[in-house]
């Protein structure tokens, strides 16, 4: 390769305004013009200009509450289907899943799992994760143990 051949650079950078008066658009009013909003300050991202018609702002519905900013922080769902990858009589938490792959470690301790019991189950397994009431009837119809459930809003009222 020479440095004869190289391809021409055709494309100017950009001017820098109000850089100085060496610059080309330096001085006074640095290309902004003379009079008006947009030559003494910054239009902000929500301004519409007029009073007329009701900001956009007003016109989304709110949400109430304390917890309005807040995501809605939601388990992983962990299908019975999956759980056969696992030999009769293991036991199944957090690390026994991430090492199979099925999800990852650091997701399962941020938002915790929770097994459904969609598909069938055909292994005995001990499970020590929370879990929902048809997986419950499935791993035990399997001959397996669920050793933490997640408590239904009746059993709740009950305790209490």
């Known amino acids: ?72 922080i939601k388990p992983l769902i962990v299908n019975l289907k999956y759980l056969n990858l696992f030999k009769d009589g293991e036991t199944i938490n957090l690390e026994s899943l991430a090492e199979k792959g099925i999800i990852k470690k650091d997701e399962g301790i941020k938002y915790g799992v929770k097994i459904l019991g969609e598909g069938n189950l055909e292994r005995s397994l001990t499970i020590n ?15 397996g143990k669920v050793v933490l459930t997640t408590k239904t809003a009746k059993e709740k009222d009950e305790k209490n």
């Open 129 to 143: 994760l929370p879990t929902s009431n048809s997986a419950k009837e499935k791993i035990e119809k399997a001959k």
């Open 1 to 72: 390769m020479k440095l004869s051949n190289l391809p021409k650079t055709i494309q100017k950078s950009k001017k820098r305004i109000g850089r100085g008066r060496g610059s080309g658009k330096g001085g006074h009013t640095v290309g902004r013009g003379k009079y008006g909003q947009k030559s003494r300050e910054k239009v902000g991202l929500l301004f519409e200009g007029t009073k007329l018609k009701k900001s956009l702002l007003k016109r989304l519905p709110l949400l109430r509450g304390k917890g309005k900013f807040k995501p809605g």
